[in-house]
């Protein structure tokens, strides 16, 4: 007995099965991970049937199918599979106070997909389902009937929307260069009027030049919201009297309507080219209903925007400091302790970062910086509160240590003989390293980088402190100079998961939104990394050449 | 003294001395010696390497150093263009001119010694460049940018290191690309290209194929009608084909220097005698 055990022992064969497995779990995790958020996060975009419940009561509930489950507590000896519920997103907030509801299927009486169902998506309240009575120009009635009526929504929907990119272009773009003039001009007035407290004499030409340009910076306001008033009349021009499945009725101005769809007159390919749409939207567009509804772009655009400045700050400061440490300090003690230090740096909770950054980079520079350049602002702070440099620089310094270590080791991976040839030729050793060393070193410093940008894309604690919110009324760059903001509040994919999963007042509205938001997350950080991946294999093959 | 070999009909009048040996160091003109060493030693820390060595290197030849695995060769070689002030804790001792120069004076700049003292090292190492980078490597150290002015550079240090009709048509393809004595030869001519009077070789043989390694030694023949040339090598065979004058080290110490062909057939001391005939190394 004891023999056959030592040889299984020794045959090593229980061990390649302990590390068969372990690699197995591990990949099975990998896989379920991916697949939950991916089947969760890629079902948001269909767009189901509208389904029509009669209950037994009489009443119906109508929406759209959004699950089924046993009812805890059902399964009894009487029933012993247990009863069923289904959930339905009923919509229709503003009648009901609520999104979803629980159907039991006993209560069911019949169930039928009405063809003229509308789904309404609104600028506010969430989805409205039901059937359109009647369209109204004003108080006078403009046509009538749920077809007719179907027909003449689509082209008024169409026009109020781009009346509404009309609308959103001019507060945003047009009076937002407007107001950013107007602060300028008071700003530089402040700034004058600053210099004369100092007991300088009041330069009385550039305060009028400053003066004129506010009164004509606001003519040109006033100009804009008589414009803005105008296609607000347009806007609500048209109203639409839908009833609901119970027969209520409610009257929606057309310009609250996103889009108008009837799912189940719709066939496959329809939906199909339904679904690519909503991917789209979601990525291209801003989000609506505190971040319930709508579109990710500013948190996509943070995310990379982020990463990206990141990158840019922590190769050169990583690169520097690891070529300082293995090639020009003495090795001893002292480079031995920052180096653990070095190491031990990667291994700090990143909220400390945050915390760090916020004292730092926030208060100290941040608040030199305005008191520095731009006083006549105070005391509402420029780069004195958070921003996404700040947080970029608070990332970088999180993800130093990785680009130190990696640099490191492939400098010291650099043959010694290409040094040697390199001073052989006459090269000073500052020549050496810029010439020979440091390009046989980039495929590694590239290694460091992926692994900093994974671990940047994907940490939101240091970022709630140095300037992440859940909603940027602008996105950090846009066409009003200097053309990028460094100073300006940003959104992130891992915030906004954060903020739509925890902070959302609408539970259930919010748990598609998260999944998706985890999948683009997820894609963003994996295009990232192949396309550092892919320099550094073409770097790799260029410093390599043809050996194999 | 020494007559010099037959070869070179009056030139060598060279000193050999032995680091045991108290007689004076040579007479011998500086037009004719470009490097001299006198009472050379050299510590790695606390392990010295190299005792009291003296030797005058002949102009225009080719010297051969010969001994067993860590008799201080390739050391000695490395002194020559202050390679080992890079190790940490070495330290030499005694004078090293070139052409009169002392290489260890405080006015001595390593970089632009090391251009004056070219170095091909015992294992081929080509930048990851392409050929043509690889030999425009130094000139362009030196500040040289005119395309045309390194083409003419690269093709000559090329064909001087016999490569160019190997190497014409692909001369911006990876160096790595190349055959290891290919490799070598691309390293020659990549020393060559900054225009050195002495080339160091250390054991630039000693991983390549007899073909290659007859091609290397054919273009040492070449060479050293315009440089000084010292080499490191194992090979014995390798030292009495290619060589002018041989000295033999052991256990740090120079043993004899003199005309190759003394070294091999009538060699003064004992030791030198028994290695060269195989009893030993």
Redesign the interface.
Known sequence: MRTWLKKILASGDLFVWASGAGLAMALMMVVGLLLLITVNGMGFFWTGDIVDLTLMDGTHVMGQLAGREIIPNSVTPDAPKGKGRIRVKIGNRDLYGLDFKWVDEDTIAAQAFPPNAVLLERREWGNFYGWIKAIHKGETPHTEGSDIGWHALLPLVDQANAVHARIDRIERVEIGAINAEIEQARLQIRALEMNTAKGQALHAPSMDRMQAAIAAAEARYREKTDQLDKLNAQFNEYAVVMVDANGQEKQLPVGYIVRALRPNAMGTPAKTWMYITNVWRVLADEPREANTEGGIFPAIFGTVMIVLIMSAAVVPFGVLAALYLREYATQGTVVRLVRIAVNNLAGVPSIVFGVFGLGFFVYAIGGTIDTLFFPEALPSPTFGTGGILWASLTLALLTVPVVIVATEEGLAAV?R??R?????????KF?TIW??VL??AVPAILTGLILAMARAAGEVAPLMLTGVVKLAPTLPMDTTWPFFHFDRKFMHLGFHIYDVGFQSPNVEAAKPMVYVTTLVLILVVVLLNVSAITLRNRLRR??????V | MHTSPDSTPGLPRLAVTRSDDPSPASTVKDLETTITLSDVNFFYGDAQALFNVNIEVPRKQVTAFIGPSGCGKSTLLRCLNRLNDLIEGARIEGTILLDGMDIYGPQVDATDLRRRVGMVFQKSNPFPKPIYDNVAYGPRLQGIRNRAALDAIVEESLNDAGLWEEAKDRLHQSALGLSGGQQQRLCIARALAVKPDVLLMDEPCSALDPIATAKIEELLFTLKKELTIVIVTHNMQQAARVSDHTGFFLMGELVEFSDTKTIFTTPRDRRTEDYVTGRFG
């Open positions: 043959p003989d290409y040697e040839a390199s001073l052989g030729l006459g090269a000073t020549e010439r020979v390009p046989s260029k410093y390599a050449g043809a050996a």
